[in-house]
């Protein structure tokens, strides 16, 4: 599994879409998805903060899982 793909998963286990995800970190639809499918490995530290605390993640959790994964 990816990053993208751990992402997914977690945004789907809450039970938000992708609209949704972006609006509670400050981005568009559009990048959630590219975060999704890998498109954008390298979000920045402030976006990590917001989508690990979107998705009810520890912040280290998340990014050790990209940094694992050859995205940091």
Do not use: H
Not at 7 to 17: A, F, G, H, M, P
Not at 18 to 31: F, P, R
Request: glycine share 10%; proline share 1%; no cysteine.
């Amino acid at each position: 599994m990816n990053i993208g793909e751990f992402i997914k998963d977690r945004r789907t286990l809450l039970k938000l879409s992708q609209q949704e995800l972006a609006d509670k970190i400050g981005v568009s639809k559009s990048a959630i998805s590219r975060y999704e499918n890998g498109s954008i490995g390298n979000m920045g530290l402030d976006k990590a903060q917001a989508l690990a605390k979107a998705l009810n993640l520890d912040p280290l959790l998340l990014l050790s899982f990209a940094g694992a994964n050859g995205k940091e």
